[in-house]
């Protein structure tokens, strides 16, 4: 008598065929990250001016979002918000070189143990900053370069430049124009700056990747389009001849209208808000030639991928830690909560799984790992916070938060924190943002806050917090937000027994 296919299937012999049956490649992921990259200077999201084809030509086959928000306007609470899917105030990691608690999880630990090959070309700014200390963080590959002179003795870019470039004693950021052209010309040429030398690790550590037989996930992280503004040859004469519009100028009185928090940010150390409009100029030119830069080694990566036969497998994301002021409310770099500082670009490709087009949703950064998880058919922890993208996902606001010390004794200034003193006139520490398509709350505990109308003021320009005809929006705002910090991290708060299937 024939066997019928469920008789079949219950043999050991159909267990055997199953088992040497290869199970489905999982997808790769190629996860890019820039650092203080603006939305709005990529091409695809409407940038005439500046150019970045590789960005477009991802941006066409991807996921455009344009309403995707940070969780920290600052580097490290930020990073390992995408890396852990966990809000700052839950992962605590959140001031820059502070060490990230060590029994949270992070991206690569996870795809490790579903047998992922591990890799990071660039910068990661763990603390400690070391190799070994990043190794023990779950990459199985790391070149590592932070790209700040304290960090320098742990960079293999350092060590590498040291050994190929004639003129290694040059530092990296250092500046030598020409009188009369772009002041920020760098002294270093193309081939040994970090930016080269970041595409070019990425592209040696994608190769043997693509090689490997397994899956992989790569990060590969940029510190450029960051400030100091310095630019090699021939980047630093891209945008010469090129009108940026620059923003609006603020005066002392513009600045003293806002929180405290917020002016002290403004004006801590040597205040930029009165910075001359031609040196301004130069800033901008030399802010979209790094960017131009980061495009033309992402370009190269991203034909390798295509090259090597991994485009079609492969997760590709390109991400950032937060945007750039670039002197918008008189503010350089970031720590904010200003749409500059905390509103990024996010493109997400994964080829016949994600249509391409622009997003509109709302979407926060903790939804990144959640997203690569699903997409790679991994389990998520119940302790994320975020939700896949690539499931129908909507959300009413996005959050953020802010440790204010660290933005106002970090440089010249070194204030310490007295609990129940505060610093330099700021009660408490932390700041909260939640924002919906039309308002945003910034709330200051102490400080006051901000409100604004980004349907009918754009440029935040106009705080009603106080305004009586603004009170009903103010209140609201606030009660979502107290509701949103109760139940954001409930599996932290709820005792380990109540929940299904914790690990
Ligand atoms: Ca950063």
Redesign the pocket.
């Known amino acids: 008598m024939p066997l019928t296919r469920r008789a079949f299937l219950a043999t050991p012999a159909a267990a055997l065929a199953q088992q040497q049956q290869p199970p489905p490649a999982r997808p790769n992921v190629l996860w890019i990250m820039a650092?203080?990259f603006r939305f709005d200077c990529l091409g695809a999201n409407g940038n005439k001016l500046i150019r970045t084809p590789a960005l477009d030509a991802l941006a066409a086959r991807s996921a455009n979002f344009q309403n995707a928000f940070v969780q920290a306007p600052?580097?490290v609470p930020?990073r390992a918000s995408y890396f852990t899917g966990r809000y700052p105030h839950s992962h605590k990691n959140r001031v820059n070189y502070t060490p990230l608690d060590s029994r949270e999880a992070l991206a690569q630990q996870m795809f490790h143990e579903a047998g992922y090959l591990i890799g990071s070309a660039g910068k990661l700014?763990y603390y400690p900053p070391t190799v070994q200390h990043a190794r023990s963080l779950g990459w199985d590959r790391v070149q590592l370069d932070d790209g700040v002179t304290a960090t320098d003795q742990y960079s293999d870019y350092f060590t590498w430049r040291s050994l190929v470039d004639p003129e290694p004693m040059l530092p990296y950021q250092t500046a030598a124009p020409i009188p009369g052209k772009n002041p920020y010309r760098a002294a270093i040429a193309y081939a040994y700056t970090p930016t080269a030398w970041t595409g070019m690790e990425a592209r040696r550590m994608l190769g043997e990747f693509a090689n490997s037989g397994r899956p992989f996930f790569q990060f590969v992280s940029f510190f450029k389009p960051?400030s100091p503004y310095t630019v090699p040859q021939p980047y630093d004469v891209m945008y010469d001849n090129v009108e940026i519009p620059l923003p609006k100028r603020v005066t002392l009185d513009d600045i003293h209208k806002l929180p405290l928090p917020v002016q002290k940010q403004i004006l801590r150390g040597k205040p930029q808000y009165d910075l001359d409009r031609g040196r301004l100029e130069w800033i901008y030119r030399s802010y979209y030639a790094s960017v131009s830069m980061v495009d033309r080694e992402i370009g190269a990566l991203l034909s390798d991928l295509d090259r090597l036969g991994k485009a079609s497998n492969t997760i590709v994301i390109f991400s950032t830690?937060?945007g750039d002021q670039l002197l918008e409310h008189g503010l350089e770099g970031?720590n904010v909560f200003f749409e500059a500082s905390v509103h990024v670009p996010f493109l997400l490709s994964f080829p016949g799984r994600i249509a391409p087009g622009n997003r509109d949703e709302l979407i926060e950064m903790v939804d990144v790992l959640p997203t690569l998880l699903d997409s790679c058919g991994l389990p998520a922890r119940k302790n994320i916070q975020g939700r896949s993208l690539a499931k129908p996902h909507q959300r009413d606001f996005v959050f953020a938060e802010n440790i204010i010390p660290e933005v106002i004794t970090s440089g010249s200034l070194n204030l310490p924190y007295e609990p129940g003193k505060g610093v330099g006139g700021i009660l408490h520490p932390d700041a909260k943002m939640i924002r919906t398509r039309r308002w945003k709350l910034n709330y200051y505990p102490g400080n006051g806050g901000e409100l604004y109308d980004l349907q009918n003021d754009p440029g935040e320009e106009r705080n009603l917090y106080t305004d009586p005809a603004s009170q009903s929006t103010v209140r609201e705002l606030k009660d979502h937000l107290l509701d949103f910090l109760i139940t954001a991290d409930e599996t932290d708060q709820i005792a380990p027994h109540w929940l299904v299937g914790n690990p």
């Open positions: 650092d203080q600052v580097c930020s700014h960051h830690d937060h970031k």
